[in-house]
């Protein structure tokens, strides 16, 4: 069983930086895809970022490119959500998923994938 952590949220000012992570454990996190999304109040989750298995490739949200940066170590485990430029709008609890074995689907779908984390808080002031 895949178990996703995240951590790195808090309070940040507009135009400020955080650095999200999500630590894996579990027998397949090196082998699959993961992603980070979020969601706001009142709003369904939205797709943030996608990172492959190996790093090679990742694709992001108009809204975000630009300002974040997805990475991962799998050596460690460890997902990663650089975030800069800090907007209002980018206040939301932050998730990090992963696929499963036989994940499949759009990497934007939150349908595709079989583990989550139990989020963390990012709020950004004006």
């Known amino acids: 069983q895949v178990r996703l952590v995240e951590s790195g949220g808090g309070l940040v000012q507009a135009g400020g930086s955080l650095r999200l992570s999500c630590a894996a454990s579990?027998?397949?996190?090196?082998?699959?895809?993961k992603a980070w999304f979020r969601q706001a109040p009142g709003k369904e989750r939205e797709f943030v970022a996608f990172?492959?298995?190996?790093?090679?490739?990742?694709y992001y949200a108009d809204s975000v490119k630009g300002r974040f940066t997805i990475s991962r170590d799998n050596a460690k485990n460890t997902m990663y959500l650089q975030i800069n430029s800090l907007k209002p709008e980018d206040t939301a609890v932050y998730y990090c998923?992963?696929?499963?074995?036989?994940?499949?689907?759009?990497?934007?779908?939150?349908?595709?994938?079989?583990?989550w984390g139990q989020g963390t808080q990012v709020t950004v002031s004006s």
């Open positions: 579990g027998p397949t996190f090196s082998g699959f895809g």
């Open positions: 990172i492959s298995d190996s790093g090679g490739t990742t």
């Open positions: 998923a992963a696929d499963g074995l036989y994940s499949s689907g759009p990497y934007y779908h939150t349908s595709r994938y079989d583990y």
